[in-house]
Each structure stands twice: as C-alpha cells, then as structure tokens.
C-alpha cells in the first residue's frame, strides 16, 4: 500500500558561462531594456510540483506521462533517494523521509538505471541483494531458484551477467529487486528495450503477483507506453509537467475525456490543462 | 547495529570476489608491481657481478705493444695479461661490441721514454659505452704506477729520497656500515613496494566508486535498507585488502629475488629477510587503508571510469613523487618527512633496510596521518553516494 501526497522537488541547473564572460563581467554590465534581469549562476526546474496518488495492494497502478513529466523523480523519491521539498509519502503506513530504511526494506524497486556487476553470475548478483537485505545465503539463493523459474531465467542463473542481452539483464535486475519478497513493487519503465516476447512475459509476471497466489502485491508501474496501460493497469494516474492531472481506470479516463481511443484521451487529458493555463505549447 | 556490520561483511565479500575476478587487471597490476622490483633487482645484480668479473680479470688491451716491452713488463709484473688490441677498435667501442678500454702506444714510446720527453699514452673508451668506461679508472691507476716507478727509478739513481715525491699521504675511511652502503643500491626496493601498494588500491578503488556509477548499479544498490557507511565500509575495506594482497605479494617476491643474486657483493649487502619483509607490511598496512580512501573519494565524484582515472592522476602523482624526496636524498631527513604520506613509509622502509631502530613517534606519526586520511575519506564518499547516485 502506497500512499504519496502533494509531492513536489526542484533542481538547480547551471547555466553556462558565456564565452569570455565572468560572472562579475555580465553583473557590471547593464541588462538591455525589456531584457530578463541577469541570469544567475543556476536556475531552478521544478521536476516534480504537486503528484498525489494512492496503489492499494492486489492492484497494478500505472504511472502515465510524457517524457519528463517527473515519473523517474517521483519514484527516486519514493526510494528515498531524493528528500522530497514537499508532501508526504506512505508505504504501508511508514513514512518514508522518517524511516527509509523500513520502507526500502517492504519495497521492491527496479529503477531507471539497473545495472549489474558484470563479473557476477546472475544468481551472485541476485543473492549479494537478498544478503543486503538480511536474508541468508541460503534461504536467498532457494528464492532466486523459485524467481527465476517463474521468469524463465533458469539457464541464465550460473552465467556471467558481462554477456547479457538487454532482455536477460532487465530480467535480472528485476528478479534482483524482487528477492526479498517485497510487500510493495515499483517498477520505472521496465518494458524499455524489451522485445514482445519479454514484454508479455513481464506482464503475465506482474499478473501473477497482483493476484492473491502471488502474494496481492501493491505494483507501481511508470510508463509512457498507453497499450501497457490498457493491457494491464487497474488504475492509472496520469502525471505531466510534474503534477497529477488525472486518476482513475481506463474507461473512467476515456469518459473524463470523451474519447474512444485511449491515446487520444491521454494527449487531451496531459496537455490540454496546461495550455488552458500558458504553460507550454501555443 | 548488528545487522549493519553484517552488510559490511557482505558488500567486503562482493566486492573482495569482484576485484579478484578481474584477472586482466590483476595480471597487469602483478606483472607491472610485483615483477618490475625482484626484475630490477637481478638486472642490478647483472651489472655489478659483470663490473666485479671485469675488475677480476686483470686483462689490459693495448694496441702498438711491439713498442713498448717496458710497459708489457710492468703490466705483467702486476699480474695483469696483456693483449694486442684489435685493429678495428674505435668502431667497435663506438658500437659497443668491445667492452674493454684500450691503451694506444706511439710508434716511438721507448726512445721518447729514455730520452726523458714523455711519450704521450692514450686511453681509448667511449663514454657512451659503460662498461668499457668502469675500467678506464683501473687501467689509469696502473699507468700512473709505472709512471711513478720510472719517477722512482729515476730520483733514486740520482741519491734523492722517494719521500720528497709524496710529502703527504691519503687515507680513505668509509663510515658507512654494509648494511647503510647497500641502501645506495636497494633504495630502491621501497619505492617499488609503494608502487604495488598504489596501483593495487587504484583500479579497484576506480570500480568501487566511479565505475559503479558508470554501469549504474548505484542507483539500485542505494535502494537497499543499507546504511550508507556500512556500503562505503564494505567497498573501503575490500579495496584495501586488494592494496594490502598486492603489498603483501610484492614485500615477498623480493625474497626469492635475492636468492638468485648475481653479484656476492650485492648478495652480501643485501639485508632482505622475512622479518624486514614483515616490517615492511606492517608499515604499509595504514598507507593501504589511506589510499584505499583518499582513491574512492576522488573517483566518487566522476561519472566514469575514464574520468575517474585523470581525477586520480594527481594522488598517484603525488604517491609516486613524495618518496623521490628520499631516494635523491634531497637535504637529507626532516621532521616534516614522518607527516607524508608515502614520504613517512618510504622513510620507515629505507629505515629498515639500513637495520636501524624505529622510534614510537617514527610510527605514531604516519599512522595517526593515515587514519585522519582514511577517516576523511570514507566519510566524504558516505556524504557523496547519494548525489553520485542520482547525478
């Protein structure tokens, strides 16, 4: 059970120098009439301004946006890898800024970056996690087995992850952040680089876990693919320009859009408020 | 608490395991630090036991010996063997292929000599020709004895005394004990050992730290429920077991390296044994957990592997030119030498060797430097890993 409020983080980004110019050069000089005041050294880009959103258990909650609407910041926060400026976040009941060791311990995060360590064969790579995670040896290794089973990995386990294809590492990485049976999954665009045989894979996996027999695992699932949405999502929240700007399933969002075709919604629903409000597009 | 020490463990075990299967690496590391000392040292002792061999042999090339029976005879009453030179010997010594220096006589050195106009002798050699170089001082030696005979000879048929030649007489007395003079030759053993130390540290710490970064399993590994000076723990402590290994390899492959000794002298001199070799671990230990550090903490900031190794080129600049200070003895030892790293454990080492006591401050000092060193660093990696992992 995740529960996330208002969150919101910005960043600073340096601006370059121009050429020749020091910063105590461009401040002596005088800005143009009409110019913007002299740009400091960094501005400010708000990633995330206001996202709210609830994943109950046994559900698959799909986490919808454009290419930078603040998926990836969201759940880096959610991981506790970020402190968030504002807003509150919840898993099973836990707040995550006050005990983030708690939290990652009930989570299962496979991240934008999931790299292995190449020298490792994929069990290695699996049990060093479940270790990390206080497991036994033992007791992680017979959880890989059964992880790896289900995923259809079973040949790949005593190979070196250096030869992985980007299918067996994504596969890898996934069974790495699962091997502690975590309660709660958050998976930020996992689909990436797969094929359509692994991708239906996954989504039969996901399945699975959602079900009572896989354990009704409360999945958080960030993309910007709308057939994944559709095909498997019970809700979905759609996040652009780092605010949530609608929840609900996908007929409840196609009737909030009056549309038929999802992708047309999603288009109508993401950027039509922030035209309304100026904020991009013309 | 129990389990953080428990991840340490853990992330030590990984990382131990991970370093230890870079083979390609390590092989360079062993070849390149391991080898290079014991390989240096024969090469040394080939020199010297070919310097010492030439100065036993007594052999003197002379070229125009017909001219000279008088100079033949004091050659031979100095046990000496006296050859005709080549007729092509200038270019052979030019090329190198001749390695003895050559002593020309002129066509009319005996008249000259009887008539007391001092026939000019020549030494032949090439100063870019080393070896022929080391017996030019020997062959001078000995034609300045029979220039002094003849001197002798002289004064003394003519009733006036041989002392009036020598109005004073030269001593040498070296102060030096073996053990100090072998120093000059296997100073530097130390340096060596300090380079395995470096470049043992160097590639794994550049893994642990920038090169994590780089294939992007920070990022997953930071979503562990880890604290993160447990993480930095474990990789700090694996680095330094890799730095210590190659330490520990390189302080014993000078142990057989001396066995094979060429040169007696050398091997005479050379006070190497597995207590020097023990000392010589004990003090790198702390300078192995400070590298360890000081290499994390400068790689932590670099997004890859490649950028990490330019960041890195200042401290192994510095590791590698401190203890030059020692070995071209510039301005002798200074207190200040103890509060260097590198510098204080080439001193302690070169200490060693010459068999001479170490004092409690001598130790303290560079330990209680390398500790500071390590403690800054891995404080300062545990503060950046969360940056570096989202960066």
Wanted: net charge positive; with cysteine; glycine share 8%.
């Amino acid at each position: 059970m995740i529960e996330v409020r208002g969150l919101a983080k910005s960043f600073a980004v340096p601006t370059p120098r121009r050429r020749g110019g020091w910063r105590w050069a461009t401040s002596l000089r005088a800005p143009a009439a009409g110019a913007a005041p002299v740009s400091p050294a960094s501005t400010r880009v708000h990633a995330v301004r206001d996202v709210s959103f609830d994943a109950p258990n046994g559900r698959i909650t799909g986490l919808l946006g454009p290419n930078g609407a603040g998926k990836t910041t969201t759940l880096r926060m959610l991981a506790a890898l970020i402190t968030p400026e504002a807003g509150t976040m919840r898993v099973d009941g836990i707040d995550v800024v006050a005990r983030p060791r708690e939290v990652l311990a009930r989570m299962g995060v496979l991240s934008d970056s999931r790299g292995l360590y190449p020298r490792l064969t994929a069990r290695e790579n699996i049990v060093y996690y479940g270790a990390l995670h206080g497991m036994e040896r033992e007791a992680a290794d017979a959880r890989a087995q059964d992880l790896a089973r289900m995923f259809d990995m079973t040949a790949l386990l005593d190979r070196r992850a250096a030869g992985f294809s980007q299918g067996e590492r994504m596969k890898t990485a996934l069974v790495r952040a699962l091997v502690h049976d975590p309660a709660n999954i958050v998976l930020d665009e996992p689909t990436n680089g797969l094929d359509v045989l692994a991708t239906r894979a996954l989504r039969d996996s996901l399945r699975w876990l959602r079900s009572p027999e896989g354990g009704a695992k409360c999945i958080v699932f960030s993309t910007h693919i709308m057939q994944e949405v559709e095909r498997l999502c019970d809700c979905v929240v759609v996040v652009a320009h780092g605010r949530t700007v609608a929840t609900g399933t996908v007929p409840e969002l196609l009737a909030e859009a009056d549309e038929r075709d999802f992708e047309e919604a999603f288009v109508k629903l993401a950027f039509v408020p922030e035209r309304a409000s100026g904020g991009a597009g013309p | 608490m129990k389990r953080s020490i428990a991840a340490v463990w853990v992330v030590l075990r990984k990382e131990l395991s991970d370093a230890l299967r870079d083979r390609r690496t390590l092989a360079t590391v062993l070849v390149s630090s391991v080898l290079m000392g014991p390989l240096v040292l024969l090469a040394i002792s080939g020199l010297v036991a070919s310097l010492e061999s030439r100065a036993e042999q007594r052999e003197v090339y002379v070229s125009g010996l017909a001219n000279a029976p008088t100079l033949r005879n004091f050659f031979e009453r100095q046990t000496y063997v006296v050859k005709e030179a080549p007729p092509d010997f200038e270019a052979r010594l030019r090329r190198s292929t001749f390695s003895d220096p050559v002593v020309v006589v002129p066509a009319d050195f005996e008249a000259a000599l009887v008539r007391g106009e001092g026939p000019v002798v020549e030494i032949v050699s090439d100063s870019a020709n080393q070896r022929s170089e080391a017996s030019t001082a020997r062959i001078e030696r000995v034609l300045g004895g029979f220039g002094r005979e003849r001197a002798v000879l002289s004064l003394a048929l003519r009733g006036v005394s041989v002392q009036l030649l020598e109005p004073m007489q030269i001593e040498d007395r070296d102060l030096a004990s073996t053990q100090t003079r072998a120093t000059r030759i296997t100073g530097m053993l130390p340096y060596f050992v300090m380079m395995a130390v470096l470049y043992g540290a160097l590639t794994a710490a550049l893994d642990t730290t920038a090169g994590e970064r780089e294939r992007g399993s920070l990022e997953p590994l930071l979503m562990n429920p880890t604290e993160r000076w447990a993480l930095v723990a474990g990789k700090w402590g694996a680095v330094a077991c890799v730095s210590v290994l190659i330490a520990v390899l390189s302080c014993f492959s000078f142990l057989p390296g001396q066995w094979v000794l060429r040169s007696d002298t050398l091997a005479a001199m050379f006070q190497y044994g597995p207590r020097e070799a023990g000392l010589f671990i004990l003090i790198l230990l702390p300078l192995a957990a400070a590298l360890a550090a000081v290499l994390m903490a400068v790689a932590i900031r670099s997004r890859s592997f490649k950028e990490a190794q330019a960041s890195s080129t200042i401290v192994v600049l510095a590791v590698s030119l401190l203890p030059l200070v020692n070995v071209f003895d510039l301005g002798g030892e200074a207190p200040w030498h103890l509060w260097a790293p590198a510098l204080a454990q080439n001193t302690l080492m070169t200490r060693v060797l010459k068999g001479e006591a170490l004092g409690v401050d001598q130790v303290l000092i560079p330990l209680v430097v390398c500790v500071t060193l390590t403690s800054v660093g891995v404080w300062y990696v545990a503060r950046e890993l969360h940056r570096a992992a989202v960066k």
